[in-house]
């Protein structure tokens, strides 16, 4: 796997209180008390804090560090996405607070947001659902009340690069959801075959997929009279980047990788068995929003969206060849389905 593991001067910045750049942003009159690393990571060096406030009461945050430029975009890019998530839905979205170069190391970087104690279990089916659903809707109705709503060219993608993993996605703006996913896919395809090496086969199936079976099920959504919405989709749902807050009992979403999409993409992981939701969640995230037309390509649709995700996991994981067999299964399954593309359905 590409990976950024941390360096010893990273190390030495557990010891936040030596950085002016992350402590700035602590409460006035607050002192680090504890700092430990919590949980792992392949990129980052993840870090709990504790401080004690100023009239005696302990606060919790959460610290990553990293130390190459793919870091930096990497924290900047979820800074920026859970910021926007945040601002549509507080108490389901982790809190971030910043993020920045540290002043004590050169070409170290950090990203700060609030700590919360995790279940290890999958949300709530009802309440996680739920919750999804109000935070898609509402991004829909903010982006249409937005004045850049209308500006030619800019529907779909994001204000900054943002990541899955390692792999920086293509978030330049596009007129339509086709055109966004094809040029993200593309992107996607380079980033595997750089650490999977080259393969004739997936070439050749990459090619009708882009030419043929993405039109065929993505351009239907944008014509006859249909749209699709721009939503501001979380970009790595999984139970892994969605737990229940011990605290309150209830769902709280993390680690995303935003854009504005479809909001079906959202749902790319779900049918994935490695990612622990399943059917029960889909079922019951459209009992709040319904398919979007044509409900005959709903299927298709999402295996579609499923194949970015096990390309993702592939690139990220070259030993395991597991799931770029299942990509190439996966896109062969809508290649043979779909031969004649969008004109000649």
């Not at 990553?64 to 859970?82: C, I, P, Q, V, W």
Request: net charge negative; hydrophobic share 35%; charged share 25%.
């Amino acid at each position: 796997m590409p990976t950024s593991k941390p360096s010893d001067q990273l190390e030495l910045l557990q010891d936040v209180s030596i950085d002016k750049s992350i402590t700035s942003h602590f409460p006035v009159g607050s002192r680090v008390v504890a700092t430990k690393r919590h949980g792992a990571s392949d990129w980052t060096l993840p870090v709990r804090v504790d401080l004690k406030l100023e009239d005696g009461t302990t606060w919790l945050y959460f610290l990553k560090l990293a130390a190459t430029d793919t870091d930096m975009s990497m924290l900047r890019g979820e800074f920026e996405s859970m910021s926007a998530l945040y601002s549509l839905s507080s108490d389901f979205v982790v809190r971030p607070i910043a993020w920045g170069a540290c002043a004590s190391a050169p070409d170290t970087y950090f990203y700060l947001s609030d700590f919360h104690e995790l279940s290890e279990d999958s949300p709530n089916v009802e309440t996680f659902c739920a919750r999804i659903a109000e935070l898609h809707v509402k991004s829909t109705v903010k982006r249409r009340s937005e004045p850049s709503h209308d500006i030619s060219g800019r529907r779909f993608g994001f204000h900054v690069t943002t990541h899955l993993g390692m792999l920086p996605q293509d978030t330049r703006w596009c007129a339509t959801w086709e055109n966004y996913y094809i040029q993200d896919l593309k992107r996607i395809l380079a980033f595997e075959e750089r650490t999977q090496g080259p393969l004739d086969d997936l070439d050749a199936l990459a090619t009708q997929l882009i030419e043929k079976v993405i039109p065929r099920l993505l351009r239907p959504l944008e014509t006859g009279g249909r749209e699709v919405a721009p939503t501001l989709i979380h970009g790595d749902l999984q139970v892994r980047n969605a737990r229940t807050d011990l605290a309150t009992g209830l769902p709280i979403i993390f680690d995303a990788g935003s854009f504005w999409g479809h909001n079906e993409c959202d749902l790319g992981k779900w049918k994935i068995p490695r990612f622990r939701m399943g059917t029960k969640y889909i079922e019951e995230y459209h009992k709040h929003v319904p398919k979007s037309p044509p409900e005959e390509d709903w299927e298709d649709r999402n295996l579609l969206y499923s194949i970015r995700y096990n390309l993702l996991t592939s690139a990220h994981y070259p030993s395991e060849k597991s799931m770029r067999r299942w990509a190439l299964d996966d896109m062969r399954q809508l290649v043979e389905k779909y031969p004649k593309g969008y004109d000649n359905q």
